[in-house]
């Protein structure tokens, strides 16, 4: 006997359970008896449509075992606007399942709806550092973090610092340096880092970065894009590259980034091709040689000849 | 590079192929133990995964019956909507007490369609069964203005998210039930619009990111799955630009195939222990950022002297042992810029290079070496997410596709768009032919 089935307040329910319609099913689980049960009363009142406060009961006792059901999280929204309930509370509670199942992405999405309908984002900010800390690069908590900018302006609430904050605690969180570029160019109707003073303060801090971390692909190519969207010519960026990669000292390239903007900034150059073929054969055979393919591939794009025939062959 | 070349250096690990079959073979014929119950509303694309990886093992006919097929089949027609369409299992459907007011919690649902047709397909059935029509206007009204797709129809409202993994699977579904015509097309004398598939490829267009990668939603971060999805859908679509076009069409996507390509090729790396960090790696450099910023040093304020440090300076300890453990390590995918490499993502970036055809730009031998030598599961069979995981469904299907991507000759051939085998994707032609013949007769 389930919890359900004994319990006076479902004794008007008939449960409804599944029918899989015939013998052999694919990809049938072995289903807990609570699981069992909780789903053929779910099924029973859906069916009727019924929304009440043992329905929200019900609906956290099946989200908590199967958060991933489509249709359950639709038919709790329905019953929380229908009977008129606190949301505060019910952010609460989808703060604790949201903690449990962090890669469940219907718990985001009921999320939005209700922070949307009260209108109101006090606190989610506090919530998602929680969740920050447990992984800094989830990637609902990143997007819905951009749904809460947009929709409640919070662009100019120390957004950016935010950013800062993140990448002080891990320089290498793409994520992080992805919503910095949201926040810098995403906003309609802003010039982001087409303003001079906006270019140089990101290129500025691109740079520091690398120079904590040259071997660190976030803010190269953080770099890349400032310069392209900027419409900036590449070779700006030549000097620094050559900081961590110069063709003078093959021996001593500490950024295989560095190189490979290098070789892009070279192939640019009048009589710079054969140069930035030099960039690409250090990547090859010595400082990336994971990417030898692709790299005497670029050679293959510059008109330049592979120095070893063999490479596209071996894989 | 002549150590890179030599096979008896790099030794490849081989697929235990009865182990496989073995876990397969499990999975279709015993109920899944209850860690899947949070996956009770995935079950067709866990049907789709057991399916297909036996095809792909060629050992479907070996590890079931011709009558239990029969009855997979009829299962997976069990979960078909009246009113066109799949569900992704029966738990929505309430049978004899269905009726008009509760029919909006019992929707047909977008990807739980494309995996029950893929199944149908791969277990050689012959889509007589399918509500073609009813299906194809489903399909129609789950795009939103903007061009992207929902996974459900609720009470006229499109739910799910802005997201591309429906877009691929509305793509699909397309494709295997129109064939490759466009706009309208003529069912049983009805007309069937298509659905709006500039809008779809301006989608996928605006979500290229500043880094080259494809991500949900434009300003998101791109993401090799995401990525795979988007090229997946305009390639189903005849719509796709590839770095080897000399010129990209504005009608096509991605807008550009070559940063694209770029960011596929960053995916491959070596580091492949989630519990490890990548700083661990950058300290031969002598810089400890973690360190400086733990002191409260602002990032742009700061700055370490590793413009100073190599990351190969001494050969005795970096350029040949990196080369050495690629040897005998691999180096599989990963899905995210600095993260490290996860089994499924072998395939989503796999089949990724493989759509744009530039699958030979990655290292293929590597990705062998890390999906058998590391994350193939030595005692069940199946692939783990990560080095010395456990097999789940999801990551042994993948690791599968993926091998067969990377030139493995012990799986079949895969077909990279649709993540089946290419045999079962030959048999798409003659379906759309006799629909043809029958369409002809119906308008005569």
Known sequence: MGKYSVDPLWSDITPLPTDEGGPNPLAAIAYSSEYEECMSYLRAVMAANEYSDRVLDLTEDLIDMNPAHYTVWLYRARCLFHLDKDLREELEWLNETALEHQKNYQIWHHRNLVVDKLDDCTGETVFIAQMFKRDAKNYHVWSYRQWLVRRFGLWESGELEFTEEMLREDVRNNSAWNHRWFVVNGREGVPGVKDPEIREREIEFAQAAVGLTPQNQSPWNYLRAVAKKAQMPLSGLKAFAEQYASLGRPDSVCSSFALNLLADILAEEIDGKEKAGQALDLLASKYDPIRKNYWEYRKGQLGLKSSTPEAMVSA | ?444
Request: aromatic share 8%; with cysteine; net charge negative.
């Open chain 2, 1 to 444: 590079m002549a150590i890179l070349t030599n096979s008896a250096v790099r030794v490849e690990p081989r697929l235990d192929k009865a182990r496989h079959i073995k876990y397969w073979t499990r999975c279709l014929k015993t109920y899944l133990p209850h860690h899947y119950t949070g996956n009770d509303s995935n079950r067709m694309y866990l049907a789709y995964f057991i399916v297909a990886a036996l095809d792909l093992l060629d050992a479907l006919d070996t590890a079931s019956t011709g009558p239990e097929r029969k009855d997979h089949v009829n299962w997976i027609y069990r979960c078909q909507h009246p009113d066109g369409g799949f569900r992704m299992w029966p738990g929505t459907d309430f049978g004899e007490r269905a009726n008009e007011t509760n029919a909006q919690w019992d929707p047909a649902n977008v990807p739980g369609t494309y995996f029950a047709l893929a199944c149908l397909l791969i277990l050689d059935d012959d889509f007589k069964r399918v509500k073609r029509k009813q299906c194809l206007r489903w399909l129609q009204k789950m795009q939103r203005e903007d061009g992207s797709f929902g996974e459900t129809l609720v009470r006229g409202q499109i739910e799910g998210g802005r997201d591309p993994r429906f877009a691929y699977c509305a793509t699909g579904i397309r494709h295997m039930l129109r064939g490759e015509s466009a706009g309208c097309i003529s069912l049983n004398g009805q007309l069937v619009k298509d659905f709006d598939v500039d809008g779809l490829v301006r989608c996928v267009r605006a979500a290229e990111a500043f880094d080259g990668g494809i991500a949900d939603e434009p300003f998101h971060e791109p993401h090799a799955g995401y990525t795979f999805c988007s090229l997946g859908a305009v390639a189903l679509l005849g719509r796709l630009n590839t770095p080897d076009d000399r010129t990209t069409s504005n009608l096509n996507a991605p807008a550009a195939p070559q940063s694209v390509l770029g960011w596929l090729v960053s995916r491959q790396t070596e580091f492949t222990d989630p519990d490890s960090s990548l700083d661990t790696e950058f300290r031969k450099t002598g810089v400890a950022p973690n360190a400086q910023h733990a002191e409260g040093e602002h990032v742009s304020s700061s700055r370490g002297d590793a413009t100073k440090q190599p990351i190969h300076q001494d050969p005795g300890e970096s350029v040949g042992d990196s080369i050495f453990d690629l040897l005998v390590d691999g180096a599989g995918m990963n899905g995210r810029t600095n993260k490290v490499a996860d089994t499924c993502y072998a395939f989503w970036v796999g089949a990724s290079l493989d759509i744009l055809k530039c699958s030979t730009l990655s290292d293929q031998s590597a990705v062998r070496c890390y999906l058998l030598g590391k994350t193939q599961h030595d005692v069940l069979g199946g692939f783990g997410k990560f080095p010395g995981d456990l097999p789940d469904l999801y990551h042994s299907y993948l690791g599968l596709a993926a091998l067969s991507l990377a030139g493995s000759h012990q799986v079949k051939a895969l077909d990279a768009g649709m993540c089946l085998s290419k045999n079962a994707r030959r048999r798409l032609p003659k379906m759309w032919e006799a629909w043809a013949v029958e369409d002809r007769t119906d308008l005569s």
